[in-house]
């Protein structure tokens, strides 16, 4: 394999269960099998999962909730998508490890790179929850952020479509995919892949940004045998 070491971004969207609330069970365990069939090809896998299926920190200052308060909110809800994942994960015999950005003793251990670096290394998957810790910041910008720290080699964004479009893909059918495109040229042209923190934390750091549909059973091995799948950002 050419990458070794990936982070993996997942929306808490896509962990939602059929009744809007919650986590769908069938979801999380199709996430599990896509990371347990990387580790058995010894890739190292770090993994972000956003809330949004729980709490949004967003959605709550709109709902009224101070917008600090609300993005705690929803750091916590991204810790109970971690420990969702983690026992997924061990239900089919893969060691995982949920390390959070705030103190949860009990449910994970603080964020340090040189100890999720070595969790990596003895093959354990790394679950990374509770954002940055800090309010004002998206869990994209949280995932790059790790990726950074860990050193990994691709940088993953799992959707639910195939890649980064000219446009809205399920809006206007006439929209083609980039292959390949800079991240200077998706801000340019205005593509909502990510946050502006996020796409800067990628340059500065010369990580490599992949947009694939994680939804689809293999993708994600796909993606790690190089096979053009989706989007890749340099």
């Known amino acids: 394999m050419k990458w070794k070491r990936i982070l993996l971004k997942l929306s808490g969207e896509s962990l939602m269960a059929k009744d809007g609330y919650s986590i769908d069970y069938e979801n999380i365990i199709h996430f599990s099998e896509e990371i347990r069939d990387a580790v058995e090809h010894e890739v190292q896998v770090g993994v972000v999962i956003g809330g949004g299926n729980i709490f949004r920190g967003v959605k709550g200052a709109g709902a009224g909730f101070d917008r600090r308060a609300g993005d705690y ?48 290394n003895r093959g354990e998957v790394v679950i990374f929850g509770g954002g940055t810790g800090n309010p004002f910041f ?16 691709l940088f993953l964004k799992g959707t639910r479509v195939d890649g980064v479009y000219t446009a809205d893909p399920e ?64």
Do not use: W
């Not at 026992?87 to 994970?108: P, Q």
């Open 138 to 153: 998206t869990t994209d910008s949280a995932a790059a952020l790790r990726a950074a720290e860990i050193h990994a080699d």
């Open 171 to 234: 809006k206007d059918p006439s929209a083609s995919r980039f292959e390949e495109i800079s991240f200077e040229d998706a801000y340019n042209k205005g593509l909502k892949i990510m946050d502006l923190t996020a796409f800067t934390i990628c340059k500065e750091n010369h990580l490599k940004l992949y947009v694939y549909n994680a939804n689809q059973r293999g993708n994600l091995l796909s993606v790690l045998q190089e096979k053009k799948i989706g989007t890749l950002l340099y």
């Open 73 to 120: 909110m929803g750091m916590l809800a991204t810790v109970i998508n971690a420990v969702a994942l983690e026992n997924s994960l061990s239900s089919l015999g893969v060691k995982g490890r949920v390390l959070t950005a705030m103190n949860i003793e009990g449910i994970g251990e603080k964020i340090h790179f040189q100890k999720a670096s070595d969790y990596l």
